[in-house]
């Protein structure tokens, strides 16, 4: 599903980003993996993996760089 991706982890969860631009949330746990959600977030290969800065995730591919606020409000 997630083919050649990256994962990084927070506190209590994996940001998954797969080769194909899946974008995906997983519980970190050592037990089970459990996927919370996912999103097409980007179009196309993606092999750079997602940064996590400030609440900001980045993401990007050849193409394109997109930018979600994980900030709670």
């Given amino acids: 599903c997630y083919?050649?991706?990256s994962v990084i982890?927070?506190?209590q969860q994996?940001?998954?980003?797969s080769d194909?631009?899946?974008?995906?949330?997983?519980e970190a746990s050592p037990?089970?993996?459990t996927e919370i959600s996912r999103?097409?977030?980007?179009?196309g290969k993606s092999w750079t993996a997602p940064t996590?800065?400030?609440?900001?995730l980045y993401l990007r591919n050849q193409s394109e760089m997109v930018c979600?606020?994980?900030?709670?409000?």
């Fill in 3 to 5: 083919g050649k991706g």
């Fill in 9 to 11: 982890a927070t506190e």
């Fill in 14 to 17: 994996l940001i998954i980003l």
């Fill in 20 to 26: 194909r631009g899946l974008l995906a949330l997983a």
């Fill in 31 to 33: 037990e089970k993996f």
């Fill in 39 to 43: 999103i097409q977030a980007l179009n």
């Fill in 52 to 56: 996590l800065v400030g609440g900001r």
């Fill in 68 to 73: 979600y606020d994980l900030r709670k409000p």
